[in-house]
């Protein structure tokens, strides 16, 4: 038979392929999400999330010491506090867990670059992303306000950047006026502009112990259904001053991924949530599927459009990526 084309002359071996090749992972798209805890000399593995572990300040130090030499050079901070309450007091706390871990670890290091999560589930005593008003409802612009002292609070403690992960409504313009007005014109807001209520979350909310104790989030996280939602979100964001904006969950979400970054032009982060790595975890430790799903479910995300990538598998990868 006469072909003309034939695609698999560029398949035919390994350098042909690699020349060819259009997307790869590097070591700097990843970004490792770590909790950190009260105490002192703790490192106790998240059940849900194996692999993944709750740190004192002491050992997070340890921690960061061992993802410098993989290569890893910025992470996602989550505070889990010991004391909880009606607005969340700890999450923006000059002595809170997060502010005095970025304290120390910028005294430490100075090649590592800290992104901070903003939100109020993990500080509330009712585990919903924002104040509760009295009909149970979150109450979203006086949320703001304290969003705004949690973002302040964390600049001040030495955050290179904001990541508001609550979804209420005007969020990123008026913590961009507020980081400004202190003078912290230069730190950048990665806002979780596409977040979908997700039962991808759970293991996640079991880290954070964030999960609601009444009610669910569906009043301000996005329904799974919508994607020219997610396009009104991310306008919004980057109207109101986000330098970077997120989707999250990522694997079932490329769609919206694609989308964005076809249509506009932003920096784009994917957040691969803890369902998505417990899945693929639990997987690859049963044997079902080869430790390669890793990479090649991670790259799915970047052929998608992202930019940067948040992984509870940035060690795995940056192992993978240095090979
Ligand atoms: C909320 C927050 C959540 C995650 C990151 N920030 C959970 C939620 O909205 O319930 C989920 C991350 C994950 O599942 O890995 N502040």
Known sequence: MELINRPRRLRKNSMIRDMVRETRLNIEDLIYPLFVVEGKGIKKEIPSLKGNYHFSVDMLIEEIKEIRELGIKSILLFGVPNNKDKFGSEGYSKDGVVQRALRTIKSKFNDIYVITDVCMCQYTDHGHCGIINDTGYVENDLTLEYLAKIAISHANAGADMISPSDMMDGRVGYIRKALDREGYTDV????????????????????????????????YQMDSANSDEAMREVDLDIQEGADIVMVKPALSYLDIIRRVKDNRNIPIAAYSVSGEYSMIKMAVENGLLSEDVIYESTLSIKRAGANMIITYFAKELAAKIKE
Do not use: E, L, Q, V
Request: no cysteine; glycine share 6%; proline share 9%.
């Open 188 to 219: 950048p807001i990665m806002s979780y502009s596409a977040k979908y209520s997700s039962s991808f979350y759970g293991p996640f909310r079991d880290a954070a112990n964030s999960a609601p104790s009444f009610g669910d989030r569906k009043t």
